[in-house]
């Protein structure tokens, strides 16, 4: 069973060495070096289909590597019982969220089955957390019926009541209005501030990236091509991180007058 | 196929282990029994009743023909309590009830909802499984004791009304109560426990197991039930043969 809920420390280190992971033969992470400090905002970037959300499940332990091993806290995640030591959230693209429950019962989720309060302080809890992600009252609906964005704030409520010291976010803002996307970045600075959480953010979104990130990571077909702050990252010399940072879609204005 | 049999032994024996805390998940052993009620009392109860009366009408004329029809209610009610109510009620629940379970839990394997489960630390043996299993553990034997009194009565009105089968109400329960004994009643209990093992258990895997979106929760629902299917009728063999020396 998990430690109290009350986190004074800084969340662990999380690192990474020589991962390595295929699918069905096909590489899809080369020999992974990374190390994330404690209570870091640590966004990773990449193409789609570059590994990213591969190298999160690592984090976690959804996906077992090929070779290499992560270490949370120093403490490899294969060991038995790695979840019980650290407590990690994820929120995932999809959201992820039970369908057979309703929001405010996935939101509290990880308080009932943990038994970790009592019903009415979970109300309380999944009340506050569904508020600051813009969903107040919405907490009796059924999953099917929320749009994607509602179901990707859900999922980041649902994170939040576990007060993790480690989380990880797969594309926290895709499906997102630019409202709501610089609320779940503001959220996303304030955990670090207020808990000193680690964070892992896995986003194409490149204003949420740069301007969240302590450091940032630039992934390309499983391999890490640069690693830095946002400042150093932008002055990279590879040239495809330059393409991946600085393209953007111009319209063809001759088209238009032809 | 010896890899499946070997990982869904591990999962029985990791939800058995989880026993104790059932009562932890009552609320979704209550859903699930309600569900499992609600889906398949009528078919057990239409099922039995015809069952009951083609065993009758079977074995009846035969037995009249020798002048044996005073043991067609033991006849029936052995087949019936013994064997054809056990087996009945798995096929019928691994048919409604485990397809049920494999797609809902398909489904959220493709959905990431297990994944989701796993990084709140919620072990999904513990709140998947371990509640489905032990319904149909309660459910089956329940229904396999009302499908045999069903499959009696079945069989009591096809051997009364059928003028090839010389036989009354009266005669017919006697018999039915000297041939048939408590034992034989516990020998259809024990096997529908059993059975309610292999359902739920080939149920759960095959639905943890699914890879591969919609297509893959059809493919894992089909398996599941013929999987099931295959594995209550060699167990049943096993069972009998084994009870018989009991």
């Known amino acids: 069973m998990m430690s109290a809920l009350a986190t004074n420390g800084h969340g662990p280190p999380v690192e990474l060495r020589g991962l390595h992971k295929g699918f069905a033969g096909r590489p899809v992470l080369h020999g992974i070096d990374l190390k994330v400090e404690p209570g870091e905002i640590f966004v990773i970037m990449g193409p789609s289909g570059s590994g990213k959300s591969v190298l999160l499940k690592h984090v976690i332990g959804l996906e077992k590597p090929d070779a290499g091993e992560v270490l949370v806290g120093g403490e490899s995640m294969a060991a038995e019982a790695a979840l019980d030591r650290h407590r990690m959230a994820m929120v995932f693209q999809s959201g992820a969220l039970l369908n057979s429950l309703t929001v405010a019962e996935n939101v509290g989720l990880y308080l009932a089955e943990h038994r970790l309060k009592s019903q009415d302080d979970i109300d309380q809890i999944v009340t506050e957390k569904l508020l600051l992600v813009g969903l107040a009252g919405e907490g009796e609906k059924i999953p099917a019926e929320l749009s994607g964005g509602m179901k990707k704030r859900v999922a980041i409520a649902r994170a939040l009541v576990m007060e993790p010291e480690l989380l990880l976010y797969d594309e926290p803002t895709s499906e997102l209005d630019p409202l709501m996307a610089a609320t779940v970045g503001r959220e996303i600075v304030n955990l670090k501030q207020r808990q000193h959480v680690t964070s892992i953010v896995v986003s194409h979104d490149r204003d949420l990236a740069f301007g969240i990130a302590d450091r940032v990571a630039i992934m390309r077909e499983g391999r890490i091509l640069c690693v830095g702050t946002p400042a150093e990252v932008r002055r990279s010399g590879d040239a495809r991180v330059k393409e991946f940072l600085e393209v953007s879609f111009k319209k063809d204005n001759t088209q238009e007058t032809s | ?246």
């Not at chain 2, 058995?16 to 078919?43: D, T």
């Not at chain 2, 089968?165 to 009643?185: C, H, K, Q, S």
């Open chain 2, 1 to 246: 196929m010896f890899r499946d049999i070997g990982k869904m032994v591990l999962l029985f024996w990791r939800a058995a282990c989880s026993l104790p805390q059932v009562w932890q998940q009552r609320r979704k052993v209550f859903e699930q029994l309600f569900e499992i009620g609600n889906a398949s009392l009528f078919m057990a109860c239409l099922l039995s009743l015809f069952i009951g009366g083609v065993m009758a009408l079977q074995i009846g004329p035969t037995m009249d023909e020798r002048g044996l029809q005073r043991f067609v209610g033991g006849m029936v009610g052995l087949a019936i309590c013994k064997e054809l109510g056990p087996v009945m009620m798995a096929v019928l629940i691994a048919g409604r009830i485990g397809s049920a379970i494999t797609a809902e839990i398909g489904s959220m394997r493709v959905y990431q909802e297990i994944d989701a489960l796993r990084t709140m630390n919620i072990d999904p043996v513990h709140y998947l499984v371990l509640p489905r299993l032990a319904a149909i553990m309660v459910a089956l034997p329940l229904l396999v004791i009302f499908a045999v009194l069903v499959g009696w009565m079945g069989g009591a009105l096809v051997s009364v009304y059928n003028p090839d089968i010389r036989v009354t109400f009266a005669l017919y329960w006697n018999n039915l109560g000297d041939l048939v004994g408590f034992g034989d009643l516990a020998h259809g209990l024990i096997k529908s426990i059993a059975f309610a093992v292999v359902i739920g258990t080939v149920a759960c895997h095959q639905g943890l197991q699914t890879i591969g979106g919609p297509r893959g929760v059809g493919r894992s629902v089909t398996k599941s039930v013929v999987n099931a299917i295959v594995l209550i009728l060699v167990l049943d063999y096993v069972l009998t043969r084994v009870m018989i020396h009991l």
